[in-house]
């Protein structure tokens, strides 16, 4: 008899840098970096759940489907931002970068103005290991680490102009999911009038699919299990509302290659729509203007392991 996967205690360590890592972080910068042209205009970016800001990997863990299919430097996508960001202290240290350290690192390399996270997390370790994270990337002058509930935070939030909502969907000791939660989250991220974006696992498409239809948004999903048994981890998905999801349809070549990399397949899914692959996106999807170049963004270039 299978194991309800869903409900094992969550290890962050363990799954960190994973094939659903990559596809998370990948979207996330190519969001960032469709609205870094406005960096001379304040901009708050919002996450509900920290995290250690870094993960040290062990030898057996999940990132070797994920980060570590592009350490030779030989995948398709090398050269996107992401790589850049998340593959030197992969290389240099076995650590792998979370959601707000990636996203902060991003806007200060590219020079923005005015640019704060405010990140909250409220196990007691876990505060500890971020602000170390902090100190370490020398972000204390942009992050804000809250000791709070993220979702207790957006009710009280006035403004923000990018959400992420990322819980693990399930407690530390297994015994609570985030599904509730995190439509109620949506819910008011809507109201504050900005851009979000929620990752979710797939076990089942009950809950992604209830999640789809409420928000109004749109989904990019990540399937590399589609006919596993139970509950067995199927995919993940990047929902995001409607003017984010713009930004990001117009890239169906890389996604379709960034899932393939990944060793799955990609569709986009909405409330109204049956999931659609690349290639029922339009062609007249082109990338939008304001694109900066990899030059500009290269503080430092990559060096890749021979």
């Known amino acids: 008899m299978q194991q309800n996967v869903s409900k094992r205690p969550y290890n962050h360590c363990r799954y960190a840098g994973n094939n659903g890592d990559v596809w998370k972080h990948v979207?996330?910068?190519e969001?960032?970096?469709?609205?870094?042209?406005l960096r001379h205009k304040a901009f708050h970016y919002v996450e509900t759940h920290a995290g250690p800001g870094y993960s040290r990997l062990g030898e057996n863990g999940d990132w070797k489907r994920g980060i570590g299919r592009f350490m030779n430097g030989t995948a398709k996508l090398i050269d996107h931002?992401?790589?850049?960001?998340?593959?030197?202290?992969?290389?240099?240290?076995?650590?792998?970068?979370?959601?707000?350290?990636?996203?902060a690192e991003f806007l200060r390399n590219i020079g923005h103005m005015?640019?704060?996270?405010?990140?909250?997390?409220?196990?007691?370790?876990?505060?500890k290991m971020a602000g170390s994270a902090i100190r370490k990337g020398q972000l204390s002058t942009w992050v804000r680490l809250e000791p709070k509930s993220g979702y207790d935070a957006l009710h009280r939030m006035e403004q923000a102009d990018f959400v992420l909502i990322d819980p693990p969907y399930r407690s530390s000791d297994g015994s609570a999911d985030d599904w509730d939660k995190v439509m109620n989250a949506v819910t008011k991220a809507?109201?504050?009038?900005?851009?979000?974006?929620?990752?979710?696992p797939i076990f089942r498409r009950e809950e992604p699919d209830t999640l789809i239809n409420m928000s109004g948004g749109t989904s990019f999903e990540l399937t590399w299990a589609q006919d596993a048994p139970g509950w067995v981890m199927k995919g993940c998905g990047m929902l995001a509302d409607g003017e984010t999801a713009e930004?990001?349809?117009?890239?169906?070549?890389?996604?379709?290659?960034?899932?393939?990399?990944?060793?799955?397949?990609?569709?986009?899914?909405?409330?109204?729509?049956?999931?659609?692959?690349?290639?029922?996106?339009?062609?007249?999807?082109?990338?939008?203007g304001g694109n900066l170049g990899d030059a500009e963004f290269l503080s430092k270039p990559v060096h890749l392991p021979q």
């Open 190 to 200: 809507k109201t504050l009038g900005g851009r979000w974006m929620v990752w979710y």
């Open 31 to 37: 969001v960032l970096r469709h609205l870094a042209p």
């Open 114 to 127: 005015n640019f704060n996270l405010s990140v909250h997390e409220i196990n007691a370790d876990t505060l």
């Open 247 to 288: 930004l990001l349809k117009y890239q169906p070549g890389m996604l379709k290659n960034l899932a393939e990399a990944l060793g799955g397949e990609m569709a986009i899914r909405s409330a109204t729509t049956e999931a659609k692959s690349p290639e029922h996106v339009s062609a007249a999807h082109h990338r939008a």
């Open 81 to 103: 931002p992401y790589f850049a960001l998340a593959l030197p202290a992969m290389i240099e240290n076995f650590l792998y970068k979370g959601s707000w350290v990636l996203a």
């Open 27 to 29: 979207l996330l910068i």
